[in-house]
């Protein structure tokens, strides 16, 4: 990728942010939950319960979500499993980690999706420093 | 996902809207197809034709077309699939009942594109809306 | 493929049967839905009812199911689906334009797993003729 | 699946046994890496080291893998990591937890794999017994 | 994979033969293309037609078939495109380098399948020392 | 898609440029690479020295990767496999046999990834065209 380029390049734009994505995906969701159907309902049930603690810990079932979107190739299940697993305390090690298990199991083809995921991973990491720095009033 | 967001969230990016889809669509296709690789071309006419009724009727085609696109998670499809059942006369009931099928086979993965499916279908049935309300001056 | 062979083919060997598959599948599902697990059970609750009728009919959603596992290269679930396709009344011309639809949208990758779906389908035939040749005692 | 059977099932073939399973696995792997390609041998290194203790344990790494390979829906991933699992200590309860998460993520066109994958988990706690009644003459 | 096994293994079932693959593609072949459906006989020509020598050569059309059919994990379609690039006069070195593109891009979740992408390798290789030994009365 | 548009379609929103795309896999390749993960790192070595020339000449492996790319629908992926082949010397002619191999293999779904390759591709030849008439100051 070196020849090609000879005029400067323009900044890159601007991906949704996540607090975007969390806008978005409970706008729908709940449009999909009002559609009348059962059956979705059921299973949007099913797939919120699949990661609450059992004999696996709430971090390790996190950590099976996020492996198993990266292996698939969703960048959206990755924010989402990456914003969840910050709040169980995943560190920064441990999410290189588990990068790596899904690059070796699914190849360079996840690089992209990767360089998203490191991506939303700093974002999360500043969005917890500010809001750090300013205590909220209310518990969310 | 609770902890993390302390900030007010903005307004998410419009994608693009079902006509500027169309429109990339149909003009990527004419190059595609003036390329001079005779072979593209004959697999573009057997993709169309795929779809035409036969012993399945269109509207039972489409929906095939449609679920396919689901599992397989492709956007630009299930956009194109979803607008093409919309014109065979799919019930929003029917379409949901088509939707949980291809969630039940594909899982969780493909909720990222189910939302995305939902606001095209929207976005469908208010484009249907507004044309009945400004009858067109020519049949297209 | 034709310079390589000398040596004279001797008979491919045969794949289980249908009734093989469906034994061995009848065991295991009543292993798994033995194990514990709730959450297992209600997505299997969930599986089965996906393809009952609705404002869809079973035979519309077997054919949904069937070109969704071929799509996805499941030769498992193409099996299922075949037979129950069968069992809906679905006739050979109506297969082949499914089967069509399925081959444009996953492309030759999905030929192996269409060659096997036809010998299935040949299968299903041959035990249908065979059953009502000799009728059965007791309902099944 | 009701309708179509009027004659008796035969027993189903047998798969290849677990131990069959790591023979061709290990022979192959020699052959792969006896082949002088220096970049394939990396990778199988990579590979290897990728579910070594670090900060994630060898345990979690190895549910990862599992997760991974469940809805990447690989039979003989499956089963490696399976035999991993177990040697790790995961228990039955955690193994199905797991599964679920797969499934749930991955889909019903998981659960002809899943089925195989109970069924390798039977076949190594059946193992497990019996290499405790007989003591080994010698560490593996 | 080291604690698990006390007893003797077995020796491995063995795979169907390449010949034994030939024989079944051809026959379903026949069975799909004698189906009536005009739509996939017009897709089995374009198959065909796509590795002819163009501007890229046959032996280049065939290696990116075995790629893409390695990285899209499908045995018969490997099978199919290790024959025809042996016919073409591909090198190990060759295989083996297209072999590791495979195995980068589409991650260890391949492995599996060049294992046994290397077996057939070597039965074709065996084939044709064989039919060097006892030439043909006949061209095939 | 005839029926349901009857508004004048607005411009499409533009996508990111080849340079800007350059830019972000540069910047977030260089956050991965300082992460601290060997393992991580010597997998992006693999990565760039799979399409060094070997046996096979540079051309054939960048044309490997980009049907591989097509195949799994990677857009990230197809973008960098087509400017490293226009750096190949690799002719429009040659990019559209390649197109097709992964149109047949992969089947319509890829249809929407084409469009886009083809885009880039028209990308590639405007930049190449624009630096011809502005020779560059310095080689890079």
Redesign the interface.
Known sequence: ?????????????ER??????????ER??R??LN???L??Q???N??S???RQ???SGK??E???L???L???????IT?HI??C??EGV????F?????????????????H???A??RL?E?RR??R??KR?P?SSA?
Chains 1, 2, 3, 4, 5, 6 share one sequence.
Not at 1 to 7: G, I, N, P, R, Y
Request: hydrophobic residues 40%; contains cysteine.
């Open positions: 990728m070196k020849k090609l380029f000879c005029e400067r390049p323009s900044l890159a734009k949704n942010s996540i607090a975007e994505f969390r806008q978005y995906r729908m969701n449009k999909i559609s009348g159907n059956q979705i059921r299973f949007f099913l797939d319960h699949a990661y059992g004999s696996l390790v079932k950590l099976l979500g492996v198993a979107s292996v698939l190739r969703c960048d959206d299940c989402y914003v969840r910050v709040d560190t920064d090690t441990e290189f980690e588990a990068f790596n298990i899904g690059l070796v199991v699914g190849g360079s083809i996840t690089i992209p990767l360089r998203r490191v991506d700093e999360c969005l917890d500010h809001c300013r909220q969310d």
